[in-house]
């Protein structure tokens, strides 16, 4: 229990880090938020500890979700997603559960028109689609955002996504593990 509240405590500073560098105030961060519960918390059973440390990670998913989003030129995203981008940023900061997870990923795939991904998405989408459709756990919808950013064409990325790009991969390699 030690671990998850160690690798939890680590993962969250790892967003923390990554919000900064986006220019995204940290206290915004579900990540943190939970982090910090988590750390006050120690007194708790193992069960609610283990439940909290879930909860973190789930949230966190969202959080690259929204994160890697605000990284997307306009250019590349429908005018629909456009309209109510702020709105899904806002939804996955705050969205916990893997059904709720998958359905924002398919929700910004769907909002990415098709010239802003790199040729190889044409052979994975289909097979991306239906396995983030029946993912059940945080780790798989990591490797699927994962995999979804890197089939985004990196000229429709923002200036400093290369720079930000190790410390989000970091996340979600976390998540993935």
Do not use: C, H, R
Not at 10 to 22: E, F, G, K, W
């Amino acid at each position: 229990m030690k671990l998850k509240l160690f690798s939890t405590l680590a993962l969250s500073a790892t967003i923390i880090s990554l919000s900064a560098q986006m220019g995204m105030p940290a206290s915004i961060n579900n990540a943190e938020q939970d982090a910090q519960k988590t750390a006050t918390q120690t007194q708790t059973t193992s069960t609610q500890a283990v439940t909290k440390v879930e909860t973190s990670a789930k949230s966190s998913v969202g959080t690259l979700i929204s994160q890697f989003s605000g990284q997307v030129s306009p250019t590349a995203l429908t005018d629909e997603f456009n309209k109510g981008k702020s709105a899904f940023q806002s939804q996955a900061k705050s969205t916990t559960d893997v059904k709720g997870t998958s359905g924002l990923l398919q929700k910004l795939e769907a909002g990415l028109k098709s010239s802003a991904f790199t040729s190889a998405w044409a052979k994975v989408k289909d097979k991306w689609l239906g396995n983030v459709k029946t993912a059940t756990t945080t780790k798989q919808l990591a490797g699927y955002l994962k995999t979804l950013t890197e089939n985004v064409d990196p000229k429709f990325l923002g200036a400093n996504w290369e720079k930000v790009k190790p410390t989000f991969n970091a996340a979600l390699d976390k998540l993935a593990q």
